[in-house]
């Protein structure tokens, strides 16, 4: 079993940058894939981004691309996610998730965090 832990979330202007972490509890974590998802008020859950276990294969969702960064450090158990030019539309509940694939669906992930809340002002 892996424990997800999200970090780095908070307010944040229209234009600027947040670095959001994702700690895993065990060593295990290297053969996971990594993804984070992001859901507002009213709205399904949206894939934002994942990344394979030797960071081979990267994906992001159509409206993250060319704005956010996904990573990983397997020594350190922790998949980061860059997000430079925040936009009020990206304002939501952020959420790390692992899973035996690499799934633009949340069904596709095994292992969740709890969600930290990223909001971007205008």
């Known amino acids: 079993q892996v424990q997800l832990v999200e970090s780095g979330g908070g307010l944040v202007q229209a234009g600027g940058s947040l670095r959001l972490s994702c700690a895993a509890s065990?060593?295990?974590?290297?053969?996971?894939?990594m993804g984070w998802f992001r859901q507002a008020p009213g709205k399904e859950r949206e894939f934002v981004a994942s990344?394979?276990?030797?960071?081979?294969?990267?994906y992001y969702g159509d409206s993250v691309k060319g704005r956010f960064t996904i990573s990983r450090d397997n020594a350190q158990n922790v998949v980061n996610l860059q997000m430079n030019s925040l936009k009020p539309e990206d304002t939501a509940v952020y959420y790390c998730a692992a899973g035996p694939r690499n799934s633009r669906l949340p069904s596709g992930y095994d292992y969740w965090g709890q969600g930290t809340q990223i909001t971007v002002s205008s």
């Open positions: 990344i394979s276990w030797n960071s081979g294969s990267t």
């Open positions: 065990r060593r295990t974590f290297s053969v996971y894939v």
